[in-house]
């Protein structure tokens, strides 16, 4: 059914380039990693686009998790919800353009203080490294968006949730929200432990979390 599945995180701009191991080592990335963007990171996306041959996703680990779903059910279109934060500029008409070509029901919360977060992905052979400049992800208020009746609504639609642990550096009360419906509903919330800073620098508001988590996501590391 429509908005049976529901989503929340934040959402990128995928910039995706083949890269060196110079420009790794430049940026003093790792060949597998997934972190956040820092002062030292400023001039990497400007080289990306300028020095490479980049492609454009709409991104951002939470969101590409409910577009696959929506990809592997098909139909109905919009059996996936999502929600979280874009700037009013045009990476963020792309971004809304995208999630409609992939049937996601897309609701963002729109503000102008900070523009469209992107997602630098440098691919080297079968490695990945990913620098998110998370810029207006960072700006979700739960008060202004999920707390909203309209919305609200499409959260008590749902069926299964899913959100990864990276949206809990942004708003972890919007998490605890949705995990508690969730489970005084009896549904399925799932999360995602996304990254190992997220458990090193952010184990309190996971661990708030946990006890209404029926299934967790994690890798190796």
């Not at 959402?11 to 963007?37: E, M, R």
């Not at 686009?49 to 059910?73: C, D, L, P, R």
Request: proline share 4%; glycine share 4%.
């Amino acid at each position: 059914s429509e908005n049976v599945l529901f989503g929340m995180g934040n959402p990128l701009l995928d910039i995706c380039a083949v890269v060196d191991k110079d420009f790794l080592d430049k940026y003093g990335l790792k060949p597998n990693d997934q972190i956040l963007a820092e002062e030292k990171h400023k001039e990497l996306f400007e080289e990306l686009v300028k020095k490479f041959k980049v492609e454009y996703h709409a991104g951002g680990s939470t969101q590409n998790s409910v577009k696959v779903a929506q990809w592997m059910i098909q139909s109905p279109y919009k059996a996936a919800t999502f929600f979280g934060c874009i700037g009013k500029d045009k990476f963020g008409e792309i971004l809304k353009k995208k999630a409609e070509e992939a049937h996601v029901d897309a609701h963002y919360y729109e503000q102008s203080e900070e523009p469209t977060g992107t997602c630098a992905a440098c691919i080297t052979s079968d490695n990945r490294s990913l620098v998110a400049n998370l810029a207006a992800a960072n700006c979700y208020k739960k008060e202004k968006h999920l707390d909203l009746e309209k919305n609200w609504k499409l959260v008590e639609k749902a069926k299964v949730y899913y959100i990864a642990g990276f949206f809990l550096t942004v708003s972890p009360e919007a998490v605890l929200k949705v995990a508690a419906q969730a489970s005084a509903n009896n549904k399925i919330f799932s999360l995602n432990l996304s990254a190992p800073f997220i458990s090193q620098f952010y184990k309190e508001p996971m661990m708030k979390v946990m006890p209404y988590v029926d299934v967790l996501f994690g890798n190796e590391t």
